[in-house]
């Protein structure tokens, strides 16, 4: 499996990979209940290019965060996942989630566990994070999974 990178920096050359990721995605069909609740309850998802850098935001005032995972593919650099979050008091809540249907669990690259991968780094922001102590994470069901943060404790 490709080294996977976590960014929350995406050039706007990416943009035609980031709408077939979050738009055109073959899993969409899957989650669709699970999207039409979180774009009733916080807006719908759209991409924006602030200084040539690429970001998903929504119609609404939420603010959110984009991490990106991209890998080098056939010798190019390609986003293959993405993850829009936001915080709600102690809570990062994950609202939409998307791996390129070749890095699935059930695709021809799915061995890579792309998706666990993704969760494994929320929940790593998550511990870095001040004041949080849990992550909500919207997996294509109006009913979202709880996650609890245990920090390590400090060392004296």
């Avoid at 490709?2 to 990416?14: K, M, P, Q, Y």
């Avoid at 809540?93 to 792309?114: C, N, Q, Y």
Wanted: no cysteine; glycine share 8%.
């Amino acid at each position: 499996m490709a080294d996977l990178v976590f960014t929350s920096i995406l050039g706007a050359e990416h943009r035609d990979d980031l709408e077939r990721l979050l738009f055109f995605n073959e899993n969409q069909a899957r989650a669709s209940d699970g999207v039409s609740f979180v774009v009733e309850r916080y807006g719908t998802p759209r991409i924006q290019s602030d200084n040539e850098r690429l970001h998903v935001a929504l119609d609404s005032s939420v603010q959110t965060q984009t991490l990106f995972v991209i890998t080098r593919v056939r010798g190019e650099i390609r986003p293959i996942g993405v993850v829009v979050y936001t915080r709600e008091a102690d809570t990062l809540v994950v609202l939409f989630v998307a791996v390129d249907s070749e890095f699935s669990g059930r695709g021809i690259r799915g061995h890579g566990m792309v998706l666990v991968r993704m969760i494994g780094e929320i929940k790593a922001i998550a511990r870095r994070v001040r004041g949080i102590s849990r992550v909500l994470v919207y997996m294509g069901r109006a009913t979202p999974t709880r996650i609890t943060i245990r920090r390590e404790s400090a060392e004296t």
